[in-house]
């Protein structure tokens, strides 16, 4: 018996999307794949409403967390702490020899719009880093909000990590001016894990041309370039993905952003009743509760691995909370492909598991 992966990521993959894949092997320097590959970007524009420059990036979300670090920032970084994802994106600040200082906030509290203005305001910044939704605590930071406060400050670049947020939930870049906005495939484009979609304005790619070590491979100019001039990539990517993304991006487009947007409310909606009923309760302050993965409370202290278990025999696979939130809380990502029938026969299942009413 199959199951449907209800994780953060990565998520359900419907099996004709498995299969978009299975293509013969072409050359990445030849105009099938430009033209596959141009294909791409112009959809993912579409899709995403953005005028911007697209770039995909054969790599998990982290490796363009890395490159917007070292195209991006000049001299110092904001760090926006509210879980584990963010915490690690500003880690890497350090780890990639620049300079920078972190709004920091405790887990389950979402980041608010006066914290950055407040830092902002000293000049000492010029990139600023914001994860859209923190997959391990279930936040939604407030990105319209923050959005309205960095227009006080054109010089800084505003960084977003949308890995599970990206085609789950709003996001208009143009209108809220993210300069660098990314996600990774595995979470609500429900494809396998490999590609980075990664959108970059043109003030962050006039930006990169001024930075020095920007490194090779996830380095913005030379990847904005070689499109420009060929419509191909650098280094080699991950062509079936390719095919794989190229499909879903069709379906996405057939679907209708709004309607898949519309589709992940409903999913959050069934699982934060379903918590709050169960008086198990959200772990996220309210009014910042993410549409694409609850993570919510444990108060009786249920194993969850004994749950997947007895899930698994019934078709379905959820999270444990994330690093210190282990088995105080847990996750169901409902996002990508899943559908808001596919949530309550879940929570049917866990309330027969568990003896629910």
Not at 252 to 265: A, D, F, M, S, V
Not at 295 to 306: A, E, H
Not at 333 to 338: A, K, T, V
Request: proline residues 5%; neutral net charge.
């Amino acid at each position: 018996m199959g199951r449907l992966l209800f994780n953060p990521g990565p998520t359900e993959v419907r099996e004709e999307v498995l299969k978009a894949q299975v293509k013969p092997m072409i050359s990445h320097r030849g105009k099938e794949f430009q033209t596959l590959y141009e294909g791409i970007i112009e959809k993912t524009k579409r899709v995403l409403n953005t005028k911007n420059h697209v770039v995909i990036f054969t790599s998990s979300a982290t490796g363009v967390m890395e490159g917007t670090i070292r195209n991006c920032v000049k001299e110092r970084a904001l760090g926006t702490a509210c879980g584990s994802f963010s915490e690690r994106w500003f880690k890497l600040v350090g780890e990639c020899d620049k300079e920078g200082d972190v709004i920091s906030v405790e887990w389950g509290q979402a980041i608010k719009p006066e914290m950055i203005d407040e830092k902002l305001k000293t000049g000492k910044y010029d990139t600023i880093l914001v994860t859209y939704n923190e997959t391990s605590t279930g936040v939604l930071n407030p990105i319209p909000e923050i959005g309205e406060v960095m227009k006080k400050y054109p010089d800084v670049i505003f960084a977003v990590d949308a890995v599970s947020a990206m085609v789950g939930a709003p996001l208009k870049i143009e209108e809220w001016g993210i300069d660098v906005v990314f996600a990774s495939v595995q979470k609500c484009f429900a494809l396998p894990p490999g590609l980075t979609v990664t959108v970059i304005s043109e003030k962050a790619y006039e930006r990169a041309k001024t930075v020095k070590g920007r490194g090779h491979y996830f380095d913005f100019v030379a990847y904005i370039k070689k499109y420009e001039e060929s419509k191909e990539t650098p280094a080699t990517p991950a062509v079936s993905l390719l095919y794989a993304i190229d499909f879903q991006l069709d379906r996405i487009l057939n679907e209708g952003i709004e309607n898949r947007i519309k589709k992940h409310q409903e999913m959050s909606k069934i699982s934060q009743e379903w918590a709050i009923k169960r008086e198990f309760g959200m772990f996220p302050e309210k009014g910042y509760w993410s549409p694409t993965v609850s993570v919510i409370n444990n108060p009786k202290g249920y194993s969850i691995p004994d749950l997947n278990k007895q899930l698994e025999a019934k078709g379905y696979r959820i999270a444990n909370g994330y690093g210190k939130l282990k088995d105080i809380t847990f996750r169901i990502g409902h996002m990508g492909d899943l559908t808001p029938q596919e949530t309550k026969g879940l929570f049917e299942a866990i309330d027969e598991i568990w003896g629910l009413k």
